[in-house]
Protein backbone atom coordinates (compact mmCIF):
# COMPACT_ATOMS: atom_id res chain seq x y z
CA UNK A 1 0.00 0.00 0.00
CA UNK A 2 1.13 3.24 -1.09
CA UNK A 3 -0.86 6.42 0.62
CA UNK A 4 -0.83 9.82 -1.11
CA UNK A 5 -2.27 12.79 0.92
CA UNK A 6 -3.35 15.42 -0.59
CA UNK A 7 -5.85 19.04 -0.16
CA UNK A 8 -3.55 20.58 2.02
CA UNK A 9 -3.08 25.10 1.57
CA UNK A 10 -4.00 27.82 3.59
CA UNK A 11 -6.75 29.02 5.01
CA UNK A 12 -8.21 31.87 7.17
CA UNK A 13 -9.69 30.62 10.50
CA UNK A 14 -13.43 29.73 10.13
CA UNK A 15 -12.69 28.00 7.23
CA UNK A 16 -12.97 24.35 5.53
CA UNK A 17 -10.58 22.41 4.16
CA UNK A 18 -10.71 18.43 2.89
CA UNK A 19 -7.88 16.30 2.91
CA UNK A 20 -7.78 12.76 0.99
CA UNK A 21 -5.61 10.27 1.36
CA UNK A 22 -5.05 7.50 -1.57
CA UNK A 23 -4.30 4.07 -2.32
CA UNK A 24 -1.73 4.80 -5.63
CA UNK A 25 -0.71 1.30 -5.11
CA UNK A 26 -2.80 -1.64 -3.32
CA UNK A 27 -6.41 -2.23 -1.68
CA UNK A 28 -7.54 -0.53 1.52
CA UNK A 29 -9.08 -3.86 1.99
CA UNK A 30 -9.46 -4.76 6.23
CA UNK A 31 -7.52 -1.76 6.75
CA UNK A 32 -7.15 0.56 9.77
CA UNK A 33 -7.42 4.57 8.15
CA UNK A 34 -6.33 7.19 10.62
CA UNK A 35 -5.41 10.70 10.29
CA UNK A 36 -2.49 12.60 12.16
CA UNK A 37 -0.61 15.75 12.72
CA UNK A 38 2.38 17.38 13.71
CA UNK A 39 3.23 20.92 14.18
CA UNK A 40 6.17 22.70 14.48
CA UNK A 41 8.02 21.79 17.50
CA UNK A 42 5.43 19.02 18.64
CA UNK A 43 5.11 15.29 18.13
CA UNK A 44 3.22 13.95 15.57
CA UNK A 45 -0.64 13.48 17.71
CA UNK A 46 -3.65 11.50 16.55
CA UNK A 47 -7.04 13.16 14.62
CA UNK A 48 -9.10 10.75 13.76
CA UNK A 49 -9.51 6.80 12.77
CA UNK A 50 -12.05 5.03 10.94
CA UNK A 51 -12.36 1.09 10.80
CA UNK A 52 -12.72 -0.75 7.36
CA UNK A 53 -16.25 -0.95 7.59
CA UNK A 54 -16.69 2.80 8.23
CA UNK A 55 -18.36 1.27 11.61
CA UNK A 56 -16.06 2.97 14.26
CA UNK A 57 -14.56 6.34 13.94
CA UNK A 58 -12.68 8.06 16.56
CA UNK A 59 -11.52 11.38 16.88
CA UNK A 60 -9.20 13.79 19.64
CA UNK A 61 -11.47 15.91 21.23
CA UNK A 62 -9.85 18.88 20.28
CA UNK A 63 -11.54 18.38 16.89
CA UNK A 64 -15.14 16.51 17.73
CA UNK A 65 -17.88 18.62 15.69
CA UNK A 66 -15.66 20.15 13.25
CA UNK A 67 -13.44 17.38 11.46
CA UNK A 68 -15.69 14.62 9.96
CA UNK A 69 -13.84 11.59 8.12
CA UNK A 70 -14.61 9.20 6.01
CA UNK A 71 -13.58 6.61 3.43
CA UNK A 72 -14.82 5.42 0.24
CA UNK A 73 -13.25 1.98 -0.19
CA UNK A 74 -14.37 1.64 -4.00
CA UNK A 75 -12.06 4.22 -4.61
CA UNK A 76 -9.29 3.39 -2.33
CA UNK A 77 -9.32 6.71 -0.72
CA UNK A 78 -9.80 8.12 2.94
CA UNK A 79 -10.79 11.53 3.48
CA UNK A 80 -10.76 14.09 6.42
CA UNK A 81 -13.35 16.87 6.13
CA UNK A 82 -12.08 19.70 8.41
CA UNK A 83 -14.53 23.00 8.90
CA UNK A 84 -14.45 26.06 11.61
CA UNK A 85 -10.71 25.58 11.57
CA UNK A 86 -8.69 27.51 14.58
CA UNK A 87 -4.52 28.26 13.82
CA UNK A 88 -4.24 25.64 16.15
CA UNK A 89 -5.14 23.16 13.55
CA UNK A 90 -1.98 24.36 11.90
CA UNK A 91 0.03 21.39 11.23
CA UNK A 92 1.06 18.94 8.55
CA UNK A 93 -1.42 15.92 8.30
CA UNK A 94 -0.74 12.53 7.85
CA UNK A 95 -2.76 9.65 6.83
CA UNK A 96 -1.79 6.20 7.72
CA UNK A 97 -2.47 2.86 7.16
CA UNK A 98 -3.21 -0.40 9.72
CA UNK A 99 -4.54 -3.93 8.18
CA UNK A 100 -6.22 -5.34 11.27
CA UNK A 101 -8.08 -4.06 14.38
CA UNK A 102 -8.56 -1.06 15.34
CA UNK A 103 -7.44 -1.26 18.79
CA UNK A 104 -4.81 1.12 19.65
CA UNK A 105 -6.25 3.53 16.85
CA UNK A 106 -4.46 6.42 18.81
CA UNK A 107 -1.20 5.59 18.77
CA UNK A 108 1.43 6.06 15.70
CA UNK A 109 3.38 3.06 15.72
CA UNK A 110 0.41 0.44 15.21
CA UNK A 111 0.11 1.71 12.04
CA UNK A 112 2.04 0.34 8.78
CA UNK A 113 1.85 2.80 6.19
CA UNK A 114 2.73 6.74 6.04
CA UNK A 115 1.59 8.93 3.47
CA UNK A 116 3.98 12.06 2.82
CA UNK A 117 2.19 14.40 4.78
CA UNK A 118 0.01 17.47 3.38
CA UNK A 119 0.83 21.06 5.21
CA UNK A 120 -2.46 22.68 6.48
CA UNK A 121 -2.38 26.23 7.54
CA UNK A 122 -4.65 28.35 9.31
CA UNK A 123 -4.35 32.33 9.83
CA UNK A 124 -5.94 34.12 12.09
Known amino acids: VQLQASGGGLVQAGGSLRLSCASS????????MGWFRQAPGKEREFVAA????????YYTDSVKGRFTIFRDNAQNTVYLQMNSLKPDDTAIYYC??????????????????WGQGTEVTVSQ
Open 25 to 32: RGTFSNYV
Open 50 to 57: ISWSSGRI
Open 96 to 113: AARRGSYAGHYDPQIYDY
